[in-house]
């Protein structure tokens, strides 16, 4: 048994001080998105209306069911159902709007007019292999992740056929695993590898986002009572 623990411990002391971490999905958009559209020098522009839910990837159909998508808001606030997503730059800053579609005629509501958004300031945002790179920002719920802490990035990379993939970056640290597990029995505790998951979503263009889109609301031209 004492063997066994040495066995054990050796490979933890081995790895004292390099910080490790375990990559769940990719830093890259799925091959199955297309191809990702290049730029001489900087990145093509990420600028345009977008569709939700959308047309591939994590969050299309169902998704995740211990997950929602956009938690802190990141990139956007996400409601459910379909959304208008509104990508705007102005000289090195990004602003993402969001706001709800309504294909009900009998149902009103004011959120297909009014927007959510995040502006993402220009030394918040990098260029990086034709893809927008947005620093990471603190996660409200590490325990979910099992860790102390979560930071929460994003990319965003414009397709060939004028589609815009969303990669969000999910970043737990402070994670703390068990120095020996036999079954349902575990013993010790040390620190575990940082975790890093990666999302990423296909989301349709439906217009050049150069000016606000029209609201989308089928009850807009029924009369009141």
Do not use: H
Request: proline share 9%.
């Amino acid at each position: 048994m004492l063997r066994l623990l040495l066995s054990a411990l050796l490979p933890i002391a081995a790895s004292c001080g390099k910080k490790e971490v375990v990559e769940g999905g990719s830093p890259l958009p799925d091959l199955s998105f297309g191809k990702v559209r290049t730029k001489t020098i900087g990145c093509p522009s990420m600028q345009g209306v977008y569709a939700w839910p959308p047309v591939a990837g994590t969050w299309a159909g169902r998704g995740p069911t211990n997950k929602v998508p956009g938690e802190d808001g990141i990139p956007v606030p996400i409601y459910g159902g379909e959304m208008q997503i509104w990508v705007r730059e102005n000289g090195g800053e990004v602003e993402i709007r969001s706001r709800s579609i309504n294909r009900n005629p009998n149902y009103r509501t004011t959120l297909t007019r009014e927007w959510s958004f995040r502006i993402f300031p220009k030394n918040e945002v990098s260029c990086k292999t034709n893809m927008l790179e947005f620093a990471a920002r603190p996660g409200t719920n590490p325990e979910e992740y099992g860790s102390k802490t979560v930071m929460r990035s994003f990319k965003l990379a414009r397709l060939e056929d004028g589609s815009l993939a969303v990669g969000v970056k999910n970043l737990s640290t402070g994670r703390r695993g068990s120095i020996f597990t036999w079954g349902d029995t575990s013993a010790g505790s040390i620190p575990a590898p940082d975790g890093a998951y990666w999302s990423w979503s296909k989301l349709t263009e439906l217009g050049p986002g150069d000016t606000e889109p029209a609201p989308v609301d089928a009850s807009a031209d029924r009369p009141r009572r």
